[in-house]
């Protein structure tokens, strides 16, 4: 959700009982991290943020949620994508509270000798990066049988069904970003909400990554529409050309849709209208 889930929307889904999580972008810096929190945490309402272990600039924001205090502090600090064990060890002892999320064996080895204080069991299903090695239920089935620990279900929750299931299985509860990705105070352009309550199905790949250069590691994909562009090179990204690259990158210049990376889950077909946060909040938990 980095880039979609500002300070608004965070406030706004911790407001109707969330609590919600600001994502960062790689290049998200100190001030963008201090005033997104100022939002989020207004009137001292609990929010999250959500960082990437591998990104060089890592460390600096590190820094600035660790030196947020008072309203702005963070209930909660993620921390995933690469090495988590020196991030999480700096949270923990600045007294902030730890997720990361976990797509296989390695991953869930990791945060849980890191010390991580809740394990988030993220399958293929999820929109965005992260790995397509196991489906949801497998892996909140192996976060369950190692961890002493909060386990979150990840990936492909976007109705109330899937929220009522988890707590079945053992899960402490869920984390999800599709069912917001239309809502009024997420940070996504008009075009973009308009494309994604069309879209009908998605894809994993690494196309958007190759064709803008961005040096995402092999193993973190990225689950988004399956728009003509991502069909025609998912699953033969080693071959796009420069001409690839460039017709892209036309095609973002102009606002065309196609060639925008509009990351969701498996549940996007069920994206139909505007909404607010308030109301994806009531139709998530509706079932419980």
């Given at each position: 959700?980095?880039?979609?889930?500002?300070?608004?929307?965070?406030?706004a889904?911790s407001?109707?009982?969330?609590?919600?999580?600001?994502?960062?972008?790689?290049s998200?810096s100190?001030?963008?991290?201090?005033?997104?929190?100022?939002?989020?945490?207004?009137?001292?309402?609990?929010?999250?943020?959500?960082?990437m272990?591998?990104?060089?600039?890592?460390?600096?924001?590190?820094?600035?949620?660790?030196?947020?205090?008072?309203?702005?502090?963070?209930?909660?600090?993620?921390?995933?994508?690469?090495?988590?064990?020196?991030?999480?060890a700096?949270?923990?002892?600045?007294?902030?509270?730890?997720?990361?999320?976990?797509?296989?064996?390695?991953?869930?080895?990791?945060?849980?000798?890191?010390?991580?204080?809740?394990?988030?069991?993220?399958?293929?299903?999820?929109?965005?990066?992260?790995?397509?090695?196991?489906?949801?239920?497998?892996?909140?089935?192996?976060?369950?049988?190692?961890?002493?620990?909060?386990?979150?279900?990840?990936?492909?929750?976007?109705?109330?069904?899937?929220v009522?299931?988890?707590?079945?299985?053992?899960?402490?509860?869920?984390?999800?970003?599709?069912?917001?990705?239309?809502c009024?105070?997420?940070?996504?352009?008009p075009?973009?909400?308009?494309?994604?309550?069309?879209a009908?199905?998605?894809?994993?790949s690494?196309?958007?990554?190759?064709?803008?250069?961005?040096?995402?590691?092999?193993?973190?994909g990225?689950?988004?529409?399956?728009?003509?562009?991502?069909?025609?090179?998912?699953?033969?990204?080693?071959?796009?050309?420069?001409?690839?690259?460039?017709?892209?990158?036309?095609?973002?210049?102009?606002?065309?849709?196609?060639?925008?990376?509009?990351?969701?889950?498996?549940?996007?077909?069920?994206?139909?209208?505007?909404?607010?946060?308030?109301?994806?909040?009531r139709a998530?938990?509706?079932?419980?």
């Amino acid at each position: 959700m980095a880039g979609v889930a500002g300070g608004r929307l965070a406030h706004a889904v911790s407001t109707a009982g969330g609590p919600g999580m600001i994502g960062a972008r790689g290049s998200a810096s100190p001030e963008w991290i201090a005033e997104q929190a100022a939002l989020a945490g207004a009137g001292g309402t609990p929010f999250g943020i959500g960082l990437m272990a591998r990104v060089p600039q890592c460390s600096t924001q590190l820094d600035a949620v660790i030196a947020l205090a008072g309203e702005q502090r963070p209930a909660l600090v993620s921390v995933s994508f690469g090495d988590v064990t020196e991030p999480v060890a700096r949270l923990r002892d600045a007294g902030l509270r730890t997720a990361c999320r976990v797509g296989n064996a390695a991953d869930l080895e990791m945060a849980l000798a890191a010390g991580v204080d809740t394990v988030v069991a993220r399958g293929g299903e999820g929109g965005g990066h992260g790995r397509d090695e196991m489906g949801t239920e497998a892996i909140l089935d192996l976060a369950l049988g190692s961890a002493d620990r909060p386990v979150l279900a990840a990936g492909g929750i976007s109705t109330a069904d899937d929220v009522a299931r988890a707590p079945g299985k053992g899960a402490a509860g869920v984390w999800c970003g599709t069912p917001f990705l239309t809502c009024v105070e997420a940070d996504n352009t008009p075009q973009a909400g308009a494309a994604l309550v069309a879209a009908d199905d998605t894809r994993y790949s690494r196309v958007h990554d190759v064709a803008r250069d961005i040096a995402w590691p092999r193993e973190f994909g990225g689950r988004a529409v399956a728009t003509p562009f991502v069909r025609r090179w998912s699953g033969d990204e080693d071959a796009m050309t420069g001409d690839a690259g460039g017709e892209h990158a036309a095609g973002r210049e102009r606002g065309d849709t196609d060639y925008t990376p509009l990351y969701a889950g498996v549940g996007v077909d069920h994206l139909t209208a505007e909404t607010d946060a308030a109301s994806v909040v009531r139709a998530l938990v509706d079932a419980i």
